[in-house]
Each structure stands twice: as structure tokens, then as C-alpha cells.
């Protein structure tokens, strides 16, 4: 040790210092020792030099690497490509693509291949098999008790109504909540498809849906709301809802054509009744966990495409759903009834809604949709 450094030894005498050498530029006079002593600290400030120059290239070339590196991302769809949800997600990527200035590509699993929509919740929240696909805000409600406000039944009065609250921003605090609590992250609000109740035998008004065994999604607000109308609601798992019809468990159910039409749900509940109960909101949405890694180049990109993508997501499935609805009668699948009625359900359901709101802390959100 000397003069406080640290010095590994080596034979200068067989590894003479170069004609350059700024010691013996500088300091012709110096003894050999000296000399050798000097070559030596020059040697390691190098060799400490290198190292950490070594150390800073690395670490700018990874970042070339991350900011370059192509991006993946998993999606999931139970449908198949004709359905409005897979198009719509189709739609997404091609956005993403087309809007975002690097390389991002998409692996998206159809017809329940990565399981059902309860699944990719957990997924989603976890970041792991789904980064993105579309929900139904009550299978969201494990995670956020108000997300299901924003697809309760009775909430829109019609599509015109409907399409200026999803594009307005007046959910926006249900979607902070949803990424707080759930670490999802809604991009951008497909939906559109109509709810009427479709089962076994005919339901065509208030006397026949006394006591009518029907699956309703797994939102507190679904069966209360059905509670409220008279029917005796229970939430089944979607994956169980055919086998449960079929054996009598329950006696329907309610959904939209395109899921009726997709999953050959009038195979068992062949009747549908117009009850028009819910126009859908169905959010595309991302795991937080994963939309927070992107650079923020492709987050924007994201963003701009979740919202054109529902909108042509909402167009598409609004316009599909009455021609669904006509083509499974045309091909004597169903038989439609009106429903007798609707009125009352409504008078019945609004203080369900205004109870459920103030629980949340949400009656100025209430008020403020209703008023649009």
C-alpha cells in the first residue's frame, strides 16, 4: 500500500511502459523504482477506467435494447373471429400497430381457450397469460365493488344516451377505482348489445317473471336489480349456464343475440323476451402491470387505439344486434316475445339503483349520467 492505494504488482521490465506514456512524458528524472511505482498506479487508473467504461456502454446499450426490444402482447377473446368482441380486439391491435412508431405484436387466444372472463380478471390483475381483452364490468367486481354501476340494468334510456356517456368522461371515476383496486386499466368502452331475458318457456310480462329462475351475472347490483322486478336471480358460473338450463337448474338467463347466437344458447332457452333491460358496456382493458412497463411512447398508442377501437367496436355491435336477433328467428331458433310490463320494472328498479350509488359514494355520478 502506498500513498493510500492499493497496487498489484507486475515486471515493468518485461512490459515496458510505450513511448506516450504520460508518467515518463512528465517525469523524465525519476528513479526506476519510482518509475515502476508510477507505471504501476497508471496501470490500475486504467484498468479502472476500462472497467467503467465498459460498465456505462453496457448499460446504454440495454437501453437501446429495451427501447428497441419487440413487445408482445397476449390477449384473450371466448369467442371466436366473427364474434364483435374478437373483431373489435382485431381492431386494437391494428391501431396499436398502426400508431405506435416500433415493433409490437399480439397473440390473441380464442373461444375460451385461456378460460372465461372470471379467469382473465385474475390474470389481468396479476399481469400474467391476458394483457388485454374485453370485460364485463360485473365480472370486475371481485376486485372493485362500484365498477358494475356502469352496466347496471335500466341505466341508459337508449343508444343515443348510451353512446354520449362512453364518450364523455363520465366514468372516470369508476376507471380510477377499477386501477386502483384491480389494477386494470380500461383503454378504451365497446358494447352495444342489447339484454332481453331468454329462456325454457315464455316470460312475456310481470306475472310470469314472478318467481323465474334465471342466471344473472355475479354483481350484487344484477340481483338485486332482478330481486326487485319479481324473478328469483342466482349467479352461475357462463361456462355453466347451458348445462343448468338444459337440466332445469334454472329456467334462463339474460344476454345479448350476438352471445346467444355464438354460444348456441337458444338450443336450450329458445324464447326471448324484450325486456331491453341493459344496453352493454363492455370496457377493452389492459393489466396495469403490464401497460405500466411500456415506454410511454407506446402507452399513448394504446390509449388513442382502445378509444377508436370502442368506438368502432360500439357501431359494429349496436348495428349487429338486431340482425342477429332477426337471423336466429328467420332460422327458427328462437321465438321473440314482447314483454308486458317494462314500464313497472323501471318504477321498481330506480331506488335499487339510488341505494347501490349511495353505498358507492357514487349518487353525483348517478345523477350526473342520468341527466346526459
Known amino acids: 500500500m502506498r500513498g493510500g492505494i492499493q497496487i498489484v504488482y507486475r515486471r515493468a521490465d518485461t512490459d515496458p ?26 496501470e490500475e487508473t486504467m484498468f479502472n477506467y476500462s472497467l467503467k467504461s465498459m460498465a456505462l456502454t453496457a448499460v446504454l ?18 369467442f371466436d373471429e366473427e364474434h364483435a368482441f374478437t373483431k373489435t380486439l382485431r381492431e386494437f391491435e391494428r391501431l396499436v400497430a398502426e400508431n405506435y412508431d416500433g415493433e409490437v405484436s399480439f397473440d390473441l387466444r380464442l373461444n375460451g381457450e385461456l378460460g372465461v372472463e372470471s379467469d382473465y380478471v385474475t390474470y389481468l390483475n396479476q ?42 368522461d363520465a366514468l372516470k371515476p369508476l376507471e380510477e377505482d377499477l386501477r386502483e383496486a384491480a389494477g386494470i386499466v380500461i383503454v ?27 342466471r344473472v351475472m355475479g354483481a350484487p347490483i344484477q340481483a338485486q336489480t332482478f330481486s326487485a322486478v319479481g324473478a328469483a336471480p342466482s349467479a352461475i358460473a357462463y361456462n355453466e349456464v347451458y348445462n343448468a338450463i338444459q337440466t332445469g337448474v334454472i329456467a334462463g338467463f339474460e344476454n345479448e343475440a ?27 382493458v389492459m393489466s ?22 370502442g368506438a368502432f367496436g360500439r357501431a359494429l355491435e349496436s348495428g349487429q344486434d338486431g340482425e342477429k336477433l332477426q337471423a336466429m328467428v328467420d332460422a327458427g331458433q328462437i321465438e321473440v316475445h314482447e314483454f308486458e310490463g317494462r314500464e313497472k320494472m323501471l318504477e321498481l328498479v330506480q331506488p335499487v339503483q339510488d341505494a347501490y350509488a349511495a353505498e358507492l359514494g357514487a349518487t353525483e355520478l348517478l345523477e350526473n349520467v342520468r341527466g346526459m
Do not use: C
Open 17 to 42: 511502459a510505450p513511448r506516450h506514456h504520460p508518467f515518463r512524458t512528465y517525469y523524465p528524472a525519476l528513479k526506476a523504482d519510482e518509475k515502476q511505482d508510477l507505471n504501476l498506479i497508471w
Open 61 to 78: 446499450l440495454s437501453g437501446i435494447s429495451a427501447a428497441n426490444a419487440d413487445v408482445t402482447l397476449r390477449g384473450a377473446s371466448m
Open 127 to 168: 399481469g400474467v397469460a391476458v394483457d388485454y381483452t374485453i370485460l364485463a364490468p360485473s365480472n370486475m367486481a371481485v376486485f372493485s365493488e362500484s365498477i358494475p354501476l356502469m352496466d347496471m340494468p335500466f341505466l341508459f334510456r337508449d343508444l343515443e344516451h348510451w353512446n354520449a356517456v362512453l364518450s364523455s
Open 188 to 214: 378504451g368502452y365497446h358494447g352495444g348489445g342489447v339484454r332481453n331475458l331468454a329462456s325454457a318457456e315464455p316470460i312475456k310480462n310481470m306475472e310470469e317473471l314472478a318467481g323465474h329462475r334465471m
Open 258 to 284: 350476438a352471445s346467444i347466437q355464438n354460444l348456441k344458447f337458444y338450443e336450450v332457452a329458445p324464447h326471448i323476451s324484450l325486456t331491453q333491460h341493459t344496453i352493454t358496456v363492455r370496457p377493452i
Open 288 to 309: 396495469a402491470k403490464i401497460f405500466d412497463g411500456l415506454s410511454a411512447e407506446l402507452q399513448t398508442a394504446i390509449m388513442e387505439a382502445g378509444a377508436e377501437a
